[in-house]
């Protein structure tokens, strides 16, 4: 079993619909969490990042946390074609030896139709 | 902005040669990292370093070996380069006091080998 799994898609929506993209893990000592936005033949670029538990909204975008479930969610409201992307959920430990070190899911890929 | 910068942007390389992928920030960032991203794998760690000279096994080192003689550059090594090795290799480097864990990614390296 994977340490973070994360439904590869793709995922297809018209534009303006609601996205909603999900990683499940089981290593309960991830504390850091992490999306990560990948275009076509770029790297990936930081999109959101948590802290523990709870929300976090930045424009279109929201993060959530349940690490009682070990699950955590991406929505995208009112999703637009720049949109369409690769999208990773990374998570990592608190500190110690870790030195940053991030587990990566298997990325959703995300296509938005105008 | 941090800029990540790998050497190339493909490669094509025959079975056996001896490979050498380069990476370099212009941040002065302590932390290192080589991955590789296959479908359906998301990214995988091969190596990092933490800081110059230093170095430390991700989670699939067998065939790599890497090399970090000056802070702003990390090289990945394919001893004897075999097809299970074609993969796209992304670089990253990170601020080992940033708060966000996040990381600075390159655009990456697609290597083919025949």
């Avoid at chain 1, 499940?24 to 991830?30: E, R, V, W």
């Avoid at chain 1, 930081?46 to 424009?59: F, I, R």
């Avoid at chain 2, 790998?6 to 056996?16: A, C, F």
């Avoid at chain 2, 990390?74 to 601020?95: D, G, H, K, P, V």
Wanted: charge should be positive; include cysteine; hydrophobic fraction near 30%.
């Amino acid at each position: 079993q994977k340490e973070v799994e994360q439904d590869p898609g793709p995922l297809s929506v018209p534009e303006g619909a609601i996205v909603s993209l999900n990683c499940t893990y089981s290593n309960s000592a991830f504390q850091y969490f992490m999306w990560y936005r990948q275009y076509s033949r770029k790297g990936p670029e930081l999109l959101m990042y948590t802290y523990s538990s709870g929300n976090k909204e930045d424009g279109r975008f929201t993060a959530q946390v349940d690490k009682s479930s070990k699950y955590i969610s991406l929505f995208i409201r009112d999703s637009q074609p720049s949109d369409s992307a690769t999208y990773l959920c990374a998570m990592s430990l608190a500190g110690g030896t870790s030195y940053g070190k991030l587990t990566f899911g298997q990325g959703t890929i995300l296509t938005v139709h105008p | 902005d941090v800029k990540v910068t790998q050497s190339s942007r493909y490669l094509v390389k025959r079975t056996g040669e001896k490979v050498f992928l380069e990476c370099v920030q212009d941040m002065d960032h302590e932390n290192m990292f080589w991955y590789r991203q296959d479908p359906g794998l998301g990214l995988r760690l091969i190596y990092f370093s933490y800081d110059v000279k230093m170095k430390e096994k991700g989670d699939i080192p067998e065939g790599y070996s890497v090399s970090r003689e000056k802070k702003e550059r990390f090289s990945l090594i394919l001893e004897s380069a075999s097809t299970n090795q074609t993969s796209m290799y992304l670089c990253a480097s990170r601020n080992r006091g940033s708060a966000n864990y996040g990381y600075t990614f390159g655009s990456g390296t697609r290597l083919t080998v025949v």
